[in-house]
């Protein structure tokens, strides 16, 4: 059955379906002899698929792998850049590195730390970026000022950002010190730096940000012994288990 081939390719952990976009545009990739393009399709029970001019196929599919990493401030969330920074995928083993496929699932800014999954699993990735899918994120805000009990009825009931009403989201303060506020956020949706633009917006720009969770997939639990900054682990079944339960249409 024919299929696009940026979901032909992201299925078979080639890369995520975005990576798979840009690999066509730059016409890396071939089916049957013939640069293809964006939106061609293909039947990959009966039409040769090449990438970088390497006949693929789902035998060429490396293990699924899905990992947690703690990122480190000043850590770029690609898999390259043209600007050489470090990216996530850079502190990563070789093993892993190279000829796996693995990428982040989304993006924390460079300047943002903490929870970031990273896997070769290309439809895992969709799914998991896609607007229709609301996993929610948790984390821990440091703002300057101390915002008002209004202003995070606000920010929680939903604040204009480029014109659309961000989520509902869930915003409680948890201490104050020194002119500074921690608070606690869950969004169920990732706009561009959307909590570091809203704090600006209300008048409490951001300090640090750290995301503890994605789900209930955690950095720190009371079994799991906490990451340290820049390591990562692999998933367990459990949080397995939870990613198939929000997203009934990945196959483990």
């Known amino acids: 059955m024919e299929a696009r081939l940026q979901k032909i390719l992201a299925q078979w952990g080639i890369a995520s379906r975005r990576q798979a976009e840009e690999m066509i545009r730059q016409e890396r990739v071939w089916v049957n002899g013939v640069v293809a393009h964006l939106g061609q399709k293909a039947d990959p029970q009966t039409d040769e698929i090449a990438v970088d001019e390497k006949l693929v196929s789902p035998r060429s599919r490396p293990q699924t792998i899905y990992l947690l990493l703690n990122k480190p401030a000043g850590i770029v969330s690609t898999c390259d850049d043209p600007q050489g920074r470090t990216t996530v995928i850079d502190l990563l083993p070789q093993n892993l590195r190279i000829g796996q496929g693995i990428h982040p699932v989304g993006r924390l800014d460079a300047d943002s730390t903490g929870a970031l999954i990273l896997t070769n699993d290309g439809e895992l990735t969709y799914y998991l970026t896609h607007p229709s899918h609301s996993i929610p994120k948790t984390y821990d ?3 300057k000022g101390t915002p008002t009990a209004s202003v995070l009825q606000e920010w929680s009931q939903g604040v204009m950002l480029d014109g659309k009403k961000t989520r509902p ?21 990732g706009r561009n730096r959307q909590i570091r633009r809203v704090a600006k917006q209300l008048g409490y720009p951001v300090i640090t940000l750290h995301r503890t969770a994605i789900g209930t ?3 720190h639990t009371s079994t799991i012994q906490g990451l340290e900054v820049g390591k990562y682990r692999h998933l367990q079944d459990f949080e397995l288990r939870f990613l198939k339960k929000v997203i009934p249409a990945v196959s483990y």
């Open 169 to 189: 989201a869930s915003v409680s303060s948890i201490e104050n010190f020194a002119g500074q506020t921690r608070l606690e956020i869950i969004l169920k949706e």
């Open 217 to 219: 997939i955690q950095l």
């Open 141 to 143: 805000v440091v703002v």
